[in-house]
């Protein structure tokens, strides 16, 4: 009883303590490098060369890993976060991990000389920039405890990861239903397919931490 009054008084304490928002513009900002990146990469579609958008891209994943290393040093030092530190930590890995697979889908297309993406690429870059605004605006929510808005905005990115999936499947199933198309050229599409549709899971992986918090906080 005395270790459970104990605890209590701590828990009272800390509460009384002022929390650390930093933490909140760290991963906001994480979310909107995200969007960046995903608006860089849509960039090829628009005439930008490949050269130019691996540049672009990978500037955002470096800023990305910056904030990734001052949010654990922030962690580190910071007594009272404004959620559990461990989820603060875990939704900075799956914001990095989305820009991330950005950067991977940019390189796959400067390693193996695509010119041009074809139209499930272009299909599935708009559907991820789209995601990640929806992501970068939906991280703002969990400072104003705005819990329904991160709910639906969960559902609209659940429909767009759809709408992804839907595109990919059709590209890869015709792919393999071109008889006369080259194995090299199967095979490039085919990863950079992959690189895109895994940004979009990611994506929703996010989403779906998010509304974790939100039931777990609300």
Known sequence: MIRCATVGLQDFFRSLLPKEEKLFDLLEQQAGIAHEAAQALASFKDGATVGEVGKRVQAQEHAGDKLVHEIEECLAKTYVTPIDRE???SLSVQLDDVTDLINQAARACELTGVERPNSAMTEMMVVLVKCTAELMQALPMLRKRDYP??????????????EGDRVHRSAISELFRTPEIDAKVLLREREILEDLENALDHC???????????????
């Open 204 to 218: 929703e992986r996010v989403a779906d931490s998010l509304a974790t918090l939100a039931v777990k906080h609300g």
């Open 149 to 162: 808005g991160i709910f639906a905005a969960k559902a609209r990115v659940r429909t767009l990861e759809k």
């Open 87 to 89: 989820d603060i930590h």
